[in-house]
């Protein structure tokens, strides 16, 4: 047998997340699982718009936590998390192996924009925002109040309110990239809808997102 021969039969063998091309595939699909897990996080939360005094929302909280189906969603979620994560940076790290000197300028090169090179950055801060965002809401102290007093009085602080803002914005560009990203994976790019959706989708949820600490905040 040929030494082609047989590195072809090695690269054949070899797991699918181990080659570059299976690494980015790993990304978009779980990427556009987590983009499916926002949208309707956010419709969710659409429920604290609602003018009752915080009622549909805590019925759409306790349904949540009342569900059986919710901690076996949540372990999903989190393992899809973590493989995102994992391929991010196994990604991000062969880059830097293939190409060990940084570029001298800020210049797009070779068709990289400021938000591609920066999606490792953003990702890390979009990990530890959502490490404070779920131990403040999902575990912080009710008192004696509900979910929905939790999160207005958070909402009506401008620390919380200004910071919250500030990383949907992060979050916006993230996600601008990571879905261009993924629709060039599989193929899907080249349509001029799918380009369009890149971007309304990424307004969509951050934009969406912002608009909840920006609503608590201007109605105090």
């Given at each position: ?85 994992y ?51 999902k575990f ?6 509900t ?25 916006g ?29 990424s ?18």
């Amino acid at each position: 047998m040929s030494l082609t021969a047989i590195q072809f039969t090695r690269r054949r063998k070899d797991p699918v997340f181990s080659t570059s091309i299976g690494k980015k595939l790993g990304m978009a699909f779980t990427g556009l699982i987590l983009y499916s897990f926002l949208i309707g996080h956010l419709v969710g939360n659409f429920q604290l718009f609602a003018s009752d005094g915080g009622a549909a929302f805590n019925a759409y909280a306790a349904f949540l936590t009342g569900n059986p189906l919710i901690i076996p969603t949540e372990m999903i979620l989190l393992a899809v998390l973590l493989v995102h994560v994992y391929l991010a940076t196994s990604l991000s790290l062969a880059s830097r192996r293939a190409r060990p000197q940084a570029y001298a300028s800020l210049q797009s090169v070779g068709g990289r924009s400021l938000a591609s090179r920066t999606m490792i950055w953003t990702g890390s801060i979009i990990l530890i925002f959502l490490v404070i965002h779920i131990r403040t809401f999902k575990f912080g102290d009710l008192g004696e109040g509900t979910l929905f007093d939790l999160v207005a009085g958070k909402f009506r602080e401008p620390l919380w309110a200004s910071a919250y803002v500030l990383m949907m914005g992060i979050l916006g560009f993230h996600l601008w990239h990571a879905m261009h990203s993924a629709f060039q994976t599989l193929g899907w790019y080249a349509r001029a809808g799918w380009r369009r959706a890149s971007i309304a989708m990424s307004l969509f949820i951050a934009g969406g997102f912002a608009a909840i600490p920006i609503y608590f905040y201007l109605a105090q």
